[in-house]
T-cell receptor, first 114, second 110 residues
Framework: DAGVTQSPTHLIKTRGQQVTLRCSPISGHKSVSWYQQVLGQGPQFIFQYYEKEERGRGNFPDRFSARQFPNYSSELNVNALLLGDSALYLC?????????????FGPGTRLTVL | DQQVKQNSPSLSVQEGRISILNCDYTNSMFDYFLWYKKYPAEGPTFLISISSIKDKNEDGRFTVFLNKSAKHLSLHIVPSQPGDSAVYFCAASAGNQFYFGTGTSLTVIP
């Protein structure tokens, strides 16, 4: 079975632009979570989506938004990009909404904001 | 506000010896703790977990210990192997929130 896939692999944007990152979960997984990992730090929780609804949100500004589609894939949108948004964005899927279920991570999208 | 902390950014251990990675947390509402391993250019992979109602969980060479009174958990790897060289993150969950630590880079020297 295919693991979690993310696209694109790398992305370069300039300040003020908008970006959309995509994630396809493992087949059968209904929960998708997004994380931001800044260089030298651990991943920070941004969102959890389950059954197409937002179920959890970390401490991120409203410039960050996401959605989940009927096939459980997900998009993360970031508006008005800042230099500080440069990071590795990780997507994780799991079968249920519970964080006690193992999360399976994709390889990430490396976003560079110039 | 770093609720999960790993105070050792790096650790070097000889092959065959024990590796001990430490993690401290501040939020007493955390009810589930996990360790993830991350290789370069890959996403984190789950290693082992422990519920807050337990104080020890073992899986092969990996054992996680939880000390709730000290708000401290540790991961023991015995014996350490060169393939264990990676960045290790502890993580904790409370309800619909999930927190990672800052990571410890483990190098196992052959």
């Amino acid at each position: 079975d295919a693991g979690v896939t993310q696209s694109p692999t790398h992305l370069i944007k300039t300040r003020g632009q908008q970006v959309t990152l995509r994630c396809s979960p493992i087949s059968g997984h209904k929960s998708v979570s997004w994380y931001q990992q800044v260089l030298g730090q651990g991943p920070q929780f941004i969102f959890q989506y389950y059954e197409k609804e937002e179920r959890g949100r970390g401490n991120f500004p409203d410039r960050f938004s996401a959605r989940q589609f009927p096939n459980y894939s997900s998009e993360l949108n970031v508006n008005a990009l800042l230099l500080g948004d440069s990071a590795l964005y990780l997507c994780a899927s799991s079968p249920t909404i519970q964080f006690t279920d193992t999360q399976y991570f994709g390889p990430g999208t490396r976003l560079t904001v110039l | 506000d770093q609720q999960v902390k790993q105070n050792s950014p790096s650790l070097s251990v000889q092959e065959g010896r024990i590796s001990i990675l430490n993690c401290d947390y501040t939020n007493s509402m955390f009810d589930y703790f996990l360790w993830y391993k991350k290789y370069p250019a890959e996403g984190p992979t789950f290693l082992i977990s422990i519920s807050s109602i337990k104080d020890k969980n073992e899986d092969g060479r990996f054992t996680v210990f939880l000390n709730k009174s000290a708000k401290h958990l540790s991961l023991h790897i015995v014996p350490s192997q060169p393939g264990d060289s990676a960045v290790y993150f502890c993580a904790a969950s409370a309800g619909n929130q999930f927190y990672f630590g800052t990571g410890t880079s483990l190098t196992v020297i052959p």
